[in-house]
T-cell receptor
Framework: NAGVTQTPKFQVLKTGQSMTLQCAQDMNHNSMYWYRQDPGMGLRLIYYSASEGTTDKGEVPNGYNVSRLNKREFSLRLESAAPSQTSVYFC?????????????FGQGTRLTVV | AQSVAQPEDQVNVAEGNPLTVKCTYSVSGNPYLFWYVQYPNRGLQFLLKYITGDNLVKGSYGFEAEFNKSQTSFHLKKPSALVSDSALYFCAVRDSRVIYNQGGKLIFGQGTELSVKP
């Protein structure tokens, strides 16, 4: 049981380049999330998808777009990367409709924008 | 808006001593509260949660947390710390007052680095 799988694990981009971070879960969860983790800032919510076909902005959505491709997959796109987007990105999923269920996290993507 | 605060960036304890990692929260409705642990270069792992009922919640690896509604706190505790408990700990909250089928945002605190010395 893989849980939540993120690809790639590491990435270096030049300023202005674009890329898509992939996330897939095999737990049949309804809700999926993208967070970024920066030192001293904890985890900040970028976007979330409460269920297939819906997405909503989190705390720090600027510079990002998301796609809930199907129930399993939730991708995060950086259209024009900036050094301020250097961070560790985590995807997570949870049952969703039962809001008291815990979220499960992927191993993270370490992104550096130079 | 919901929020979580972890007032200590770092907590240092000696092995065998009790530990406490503090968390306070703010939500409109009733809170659903969670603790996660992150080991270096790893994702977050779920430790325990409070939904309703008994204010003392027991979780993985001997950890427990006490919910205090009047103080809006959910402190993580362990009676006897181990060196292997050294990690980054996150408190998170979800507001129960959300529209059904919208999942509800899970908001995290900034994290507390726990260091347990032999």
């Amino acid at each position: 049981n893989a849980g939540v799988t993120q690809t790639p694990k590491f990435q270096v981009l030049k300023t202005g380049q674009s890329m898509t971070l992939q996330c897939a879960q095999d737990m049949n969860h309804n809700s999926m999330y993208w967070y970024r983790q920066d030192p001293g800032m904890g985890l900040r919510l970028i976007y979330y998808s409460a269920s297939e076909g819906t997405t909503d902005k989190g705390e720090v959505p600027n510079g990002y777009n998301v796609s809930r491709l199907n129930k399993r997959e939730f991708s995060l796109r950086l259209e024009s990367a900036a050094p301020s987007q250097t961070s560790v990105y985590f995807c997570a999923s949870s049952e969703g409709q039962d809001r008291y269920t815990e979220a499960f996290f992927g191993q993270g993507t370490r992104l550096t924008v130079v | 808006a919901q929020s979580v605060a972890q007032p200590e960036d770092q907590v240092n304890v000696a092995e065998g001593n009790p530990l406490t990692v503090k968390c306070t929260y703010s939500v409109s409705g009733n809170p659903y509260l969670f603790w996660y642990v992150q080991y270096p270069n790893r994702g977050l792992q779920f430790l325990l949660k409070y939904i309703t009922g008994d204010n003392l919640v027991k979780g993985s690896y001997g950890f427990e947390a006490e919910f205090n509604k009047s103080q809006t706190s959910f402190h993580l505790k362990k009676p006897s710390a181990l060196v292997s408990d050294s990690a980054l700990y996150f408190c998170a909250v979800r507001d129960s007052r959300v529209i059904y089928n919208q999942g509800g945002k899970l908001i995290f605190g900034q994290g507390t680095e726990l260091s347990v010395k032999p």
